[in-house]
């Protein structure tokens, strides 16, 4: 049988559903990764003549995929935030990249060293791959449309948001770290200065520089005064997947940080003329390619899942999984927010909803190519694969209620709040 023509019209279908599904989900208790996951797994598992998405075979083909769909996932990201930036404003999403990021990735690294056998490094770029909340499978608890209202975004989706949008780039230090350990062993003075100096630091300042420059430069070319010479007047969407690639290789060509870069940048970009109607055109193009990636790499997942994936996991590897999920994230997010804005459902929400997906396969896979030769390889993408699919099934069918319900109590309490303050003051 010749697959291609299947291929084609599998394709072409993908995409149709890739348009009518989210008006189509919108009041189930379902997701779209949900629905491209399982069409990877039936597709695979009755048609036998396609090739195994294998990442373990295809690694240098796993790692640039998912590294497209999670640049492209962080413009987007950052060109819907409307709030701007600012310590106190900000405040949640530095509590979470500081405390629960790092928290995470230890809690991982250290049960996988001790109870489940790993090598150090290899504990080590596991804890890094599934501690960022990805921006490209969180859709459902993140922020919509851009908007001409820097304050009228809640705590839940514009912390969920900007905190995908940085710490995909900080979990770099991290796998980094696992090299440098697999290369000089755990004495730290083998290591630690040059990682500090140059991995840590260096890498993420020279991202953040990368970012803001291409995005002032860009803005003055999309918005210049000039009559009839604006990018803007020409509502060109391509400006957007240029901005993508631009800060992400001007970052990379100096070693810094590429998906900070490219999260700054569109930070950069919506700065300028915030009350802009292009901000809305640059969003809606790079959503649509972002939306196309993200269901061939599910799909691609679901094969791999149907074809032996995760038949390497053991006992113990499910139940880290499985941690990671009602566990790790949810306790180290509860106790980072401790204090911050908000009620506590919405904090509780903040807490949870820390969707896991292609941010960890693509560290996986870049650790795995780049970075040295790890043990129980097929071990490693088990749990990330597990890790994955978990969150896509409990946070897909979950968002939906979850986040109405957060609103509804949000909504109740503004017009709480708007009746107090219309009332007439007592004589």
């Known amino acids: ?230 990018l803007a007047e020409r509502g060109d969407g391509f400006v957007a997947l240029a901005a993508t690639f631009l800060a992400y290789g001007v970052a990379e060509l100096v070693e810094g940080y590429g998906f900070i870069a490219v999260f700054v940048c569109a930070i950069s970009i919506r700065a300028a003329e915030r009350e802009h109607g292009y901000h809305g055109v640059l969003h809606g193009f790079i959503e649509q390619i972002e939306r196309l990636v993200t269901v061939l790499v599910l799909v691609l997942l679901g094969g791999a899942i149907a074809r032996g994936l995760l038949s390497a996991l053991t006992f113990g590897d499910i139940a880290l999984a499985v941690a990671m999920i009602f566990v790790i994230r949810p306790v180290f997010g509860w106790l980072a927010l401790l204090g911050a804005p908000g009620t506590r459902r919405e904090r509780a929400a903040i807490a949870f909803f820390g969707v896991r997906g292609v941010g960890s396969i693509y560290y996986l896979a870049y650790g795995i190519e780049h970075l040295g030769d790890f043990a129980d390889v097929d071990r490693l993408w088990a749990i990330v694969g597990l890790v994955v699919t978990l969150s896509v099934l409990v946070h897909g069918v979950s968002a939906q209620p979850a986040m109405a319900h957060v609103d509804t109590k949000r909504e109740e309490r503004e017009r709480v709040e708007h009746r107090r303050r219309a009332a007439p003051p007592a004589a």
């Open 1 to 230: 049988m010749d697959v291609l023509p299947w291929a084609f019209a599998a394709g072409g279908l993908a995409a149709l559903l890739a348009a009518l599904l989210p008006s189509a989900l919108h009041r189930l208790p379902l997701s779209e990764p949900m629905v491209f996951l399982g069409a990877g797994v039936i597709a695979w598992t009755v048609f036998d003549g396609l090739a195994t998405p294998d990442p373990t075979k295809y690694g240098t083909a796993t790692e640039h995929l998912t590294e497209v769909c999670v640049i492209i996932a962080l413009m987007g990201a950052g060109l819907a935030i409307d709030r701007p930036i600012g310590w106190r404003r900000w405040g949640p999403t530095w509590r979470l990249l500081a405390i629960t990021m790092p928290l995470s990735i230890a809690a991982v690294a250290l049960l996988g060293w001790w109870t489940l056998g790993f090598a150090p490094a290899a504990a080590l770029l596991l804890g890094a791959a599934l501690a960022p909340t990805d921006p490209v499978l969180a859709s459902d608890v993140q922020v919509g449309e851009p908007s001409d209202s820097p304050n009228h975004e809640d705590e839940v989706r514009f912390s969920l948001t900007s905190e995908a949008g940085l710490n995909d780039g900080l979990g770099f230090p991290f796998t980094y770290a696992a090299v440098a350990i697999g290369l000089g062993g755990l004495t730290p003075g083998h290591w630690f200065v040059e990682w500090f100096a140059v991995d840590l630091a260096y890498r993420i300042v020279a991202g953040i520089a990368i970012g803001v420059g291409v995005g002032w430069v860009l803005s003055r070319l999309i918005f210049t005064r000039a009559p009839g010479s604006t």
